[in-house]
């Protein structure tokens, strides 16, 4: 990334900073986040989004959280604190990487029963800064693996937004187009545009432009036609919550890709960090697909576009079968069907 990339999440002394992502590619402002309600906030108007990303700024808020319960007695902390990680948890439902931070964050208390308050918020704010770091390595792992299965001078078609932007930095799926830049200069992106929230016009192009990275914008429809025309090689896509048996959620409008590139012969992986795996669910039905404002649907900035009176659904994701998935790109390696023995492995890698 060039020098002037502004990170998507980070401490600056207490104060966490959140690149207003709602604001790009036209304006780069910050939100100074003092409190866990302004974080939470944050996650749930998509000022900043992408699972890891927001796994990221859940283990923030808590940690800011911690810092503003008013209780010296361990015991009364703990009950306040386990009631804030539950306000953050629900924050945003279909991702798992929230519910993962926070699980994380809250362990540093239950295997802490004999430290006081102070000890307590110190641990929680260490781990939030460990979280961010080791999102951060993991994407450059991932990368180092992805690269592997671009062909040369691939044409890579990727859908929402799976970079630095999502992450802690460096992305999943871009953080995998980046390394295959790195090592063969190429390539080509076609970047699907992802209505209704426009991801990908508006983060990921922006995103790869800033990298350098030759970039085509395409509407979302022009996905068959391209790939009946040969003129994609594979998809590389990012993941919100990934069932036990390599079902995954993504942005709504994945699985409509991966249908087509199914149908046309074209390599279709997943690229998430381990933490983005659910285990607890056995498939992808039973994935939570939260529904957002409908608005997003019927207005274009803040002006309707669609008739008065006329209804709109707006789910933000949907599922991925595993069987329509070539491979899960992940920090410990590429998993390969069938997904359900390669994810417990890596599990417990």
Known sequence: MPEKWMPPIYWEGDVVVILDQRLLPHREVTLRCTTARQVIQAIR???????????????MALALGAKSIREEDPRAFVRKFFHLCRQ?????????????????????????????????????????QEILEEDVSSNLAMGAWGKQVMPQGARILTYC????????????????IRAAFAADPDIQVFSCETRPFLQGSRLTAYELKQAGIPVT?????????????????????????????GDTANKIGTYTVAVLAHA???????????????PTLSHGSQIPIEQRDPKEVTHFLG??????????????????PHRYISGIITEVGILRKPFGKAIRKALET
């Not at 108007?45 to 283990?59: D, K, S, W």
């Not at 937004?161 to 995998?176: H, P």
């Not at 046309?264 to 659910?278: E, K, Q």
């Not at 002006?303 to 991925?320: C, M």
């Open 161 to 176: 937004n799976a970079g630095a932007l999502a992450t802690g930095d460096y992305g999943t799926a871009l953080g995998v």
């Open 88 to 128: 953050v948890k629900a924050a945003r439902p279909t991702g798992n990487n929230l519910g993962w931070a926070v699980e994380k964050i809250y362990s540093i208390v239950v295997e802490n029963p004999q430290a006081g308050v102070e000890d307590m918020r110190r641990l929680i704010r260490k781990k939030s």
């Open 303 to 320: 002006r309707r576009v669609a008739p008065d009176g006329v209804p709109a659904l707006n789910p933000a994701f949907d599922v991925t």
């Open 264 to 278: 046309h012969n074209v390599p279709f992986y997943v690229a998430a960090p381990r933490s983005t795996i659910d």
């Open 217 to 245: 914008l395409i509407t979302d429809s022009a996905v068959g036609t391209l790939m009946q025309q040969n003129r994609i090689d594979v998809v590389v896509v990012g993941a919100d919550r990934i069932a036990a048996n």
């Open 45 to 59: 108007n998509m000022a900043i989004r992408g699972a890891p990303a927001v796994g990221i700024a859940g283990a």
